[in-house]
């Protein structure tokens, strides 16, 4: 079993409409729970960081962790083609240094 | 602000040579740590350095090695290249006490012929 699984997509949806996106894990240990946007031929770029269960929003965008169900989304509100970019989870033990990375959702938004 | 610089953008060797990436951190990072991500894929992460030691290594094998400089700076050696390390090399700064919070560079694209 794969300790992040991820849906590759390539998902495309009409502007203004919400976006969800997914992540399940195994890893129990699993402490820190991320969101990194990356857009074509750039390096991720941090969207999102929380390390308990329940939901944390940032203007568009809110992320919500159940640790009990072992899932991670993120919500993307009137998403704008500027949005569009792959989207990739991330989780991290708490005293580790690496990132656990998902494959990253490829998300297009059309106007 | 000059966020993270890597060099060279672009890379292309052939199969058992030997390879050096550069990485310069975010202006007040002490951190910095390196990952892989082939295409299609989300970033693998190879090692941190902090205060110019090793903190952390993953799942890669001792071909690849790295340094970490006085200033921060960083450098990522591959030897003996596989037609598999092809790949987009990341570079991403912190500080040691915010790891999860990382500020990526563009990476270099490394293609191995």
């Known amino acids: 079993q794969k300790e992040v699984e991820q849906d590759p997509g390539p998902l495309s949806v009409p502007e203004g409409a919400i976006v969800s996106l997914n992540c399940t894990y195994s890893?129990?240990?699993?402490?820190?729970f991320m969101w990194y946007r990356q857009y074509s031929r750039k390096g991720p770029e941090l969207l999102m960081y929380?390390?308990?269960?329940g939901n944390k929003e940032d203007g568009r965008f809110t992320a919500q962790v159940d640790k009990s169900s072992k899932y991670i989304s993120l919500f993307i509100r009137d998403s704008q083609p500027s949005d569009s970019a792959t989207y990739l989870c991330?989780?991290?033990?708490?005293?580790?240094?690496?990132?656990?990375f998902g494959q990253g959702t490829r998300l297009t938004i059309n106007p | 602000d000059a966020g993270v610089t890597q060099s060279p953008t672009h890379l292309i060797k052939t199969r058992g040579q030997q390879v050096t990436l550069r990485c310069s951190p975010k202006?007040?990072?002490?951190?910095v740590s390196w990952y892989q991500q082939a295409l299609g894929q989300g970033p693998q992460f190879i090692f941190q350095?902090?205060?110019?030691?090793?903190?952390q290594r993953g799942n890669f094998p001792d071909r690849f090695s790295g340094h970490q400089f006085p200033n921060y700076s960083s450098e990522l050696n591959v030897n003996a290249l596989l037609l598999g390390d092809s790949a987009l090399y990341l570079c991403?700064?912190?500080?040691?006490?915010?790891?999860?919070?990382?500020?990526f560079g563009s990476g270099t694209q490394l293609s191995v012929l």
């Open positions: 350095y902090y205060e110019e030691e090793e903190r």
């Open positions: 929380t390390y308990s269960s």
């Open positions: 991403a700064s912190s500080l040691a006490a915010m790891t999860g919070k990382l500020f």
């Open positions: 202006s007040g990072h002490d951190t």
């Open positions: 890893n129990s240990a699993f402490q820190y």
């Open positions: 991330a989780f991290r033990i708490q005293g580790a240094q690496k990132l656990v």
